[in-house]
């Protein structure tokens, strides 16, 4: 059994207009997500964000918009995951962030965890996208960026 922690960060990267970055994982292909990642040792939640989107897209996240959400959800972790958390560990609590961008940008992947990333209307990433409060949080991102829907 792992270690990792349940407690985790979903990061939206986004640009002003509504454009979303979606990683593709690589050990599950045509799994697509947001930033995502557990919380190491005692790390702040804010840290474990810019941490996360530093090791999953090379972008330093000091140099933009990181906003806490204020949202948190408890979901079961899917069964092909639960090796890496201790043993009887079912469920996760993630912590939704968002990271405004001015525009969309190329990024660097970490090659062990993501094969591919696209830029698309926050719309199309919400359908694309395999966890449900993944597409949750992209069908908020109009209201928050104040776009008509």
Not at 30 to 37: H, K
Not at 134 to 143: D, I, S
């Amino acid at each position: 059994m792992g270690s990792k922690q349940p407690v985790s960060v979903l990061v939206v990267i986004h640009s002003r207009n509504g454009q979303v970055l979606l990683l593709e994982r690589a050990d599950k292909p045509g799994y697509w997500q947001s930033v995502t990642g557990s919380r190491e040792g005692d790390e702040d939640l804010i840290d474990t964000a810019r941490r996360e989107v530093a090791e999953e897209t090379g972008l330093d996240a000091s140099r933009f918009e990181l906003s806490d959400w204020q949202i948190v959800n408890r979901y079961e972790i899917y069964a092909h995951w639960r090796h890496r958390y201790q043993e009887g560990v079912t469920h996760n609590d993630e912590h939704v962030f968002g990271l405004m961008l001015d525009e969309p940008c190329q990024v660097t992947l970490a090659p062990r965890e993501h094969l591919g990333y696209r830029w698309m209307p926050w719309n199309q990433a919400a359908e694309r996208v395999f966890s449900p409060s993944n597409a949750e949080a992209l069908r908020m991102l109009p209201q928050r960026l104040g776009l008509t829907a």
